[in-house]
Nanobody
Framework: VQLQASGGGLVHAGGSLRLSCAATGRTFISVDAAWFRQAPGREREFVAFMVFDGSAYYADSVKGRFTISRDNAKNTVYLQMNSLKPEDTAVYYC??????????????????WGQGTQVTVSS
């Protein structure tokens, strides 16, 4: 099982980016998927989570600005990020886990991780 994250880059504050997480070796239909991020010197933190049935949950810091979605035909999970702020700067990671296995906001609940993609928001 491999997760490949992409779509990061440099953007000005207020701009948008869309991150992608493509899975090989498994389908996102039957698993939970999430995005986390990690800024320098800080712990990895939860950003967004999609249950296998399509329900979604967000960190308070991104609610209303970020949207997690899934394209089953492409076996890909996305994170649409709008109204970006400098404090959103971090390496973003996608992850997947089995349903009902651990708290969705804890990194240790996840079985597989993508390699990370850098998002930098300039002020």
């Amino acid at each position: 099982v491999q997760l490949q994250a992409s779509g990061g880059g440099l953007v000005h504050a207020g701009g948008s980016l869309r991150l992608s997480c493509a899975a090989t070796g498994r389908t996102f239909i039957s698993v939970d998927a999430a995005w986390f991020r990690q800024a320098p010197g800080r712990e990895r933190e939860f950003v967004a989570f999609m249950v296998f049935d399509g329900s979604a949950y967000y960190a308070d810091s991104v609610k209303g600005r970020f949207t997690i979605s899934r394209d089953n035909a492409k076996n890909t999970v996305y994170l649409q990020m709008n109204s970006l702020k400098p404090e959103d700067t971090a390496v973003y990671y996608c992850a997947s886990k089995r349903p009902y296995s651990g708290a969705y906001y804890l990194p240790q609940s996840y079985d597989y991780w993508g390699q990370g993609t850098q998002v930098t928001v300039s002020s």
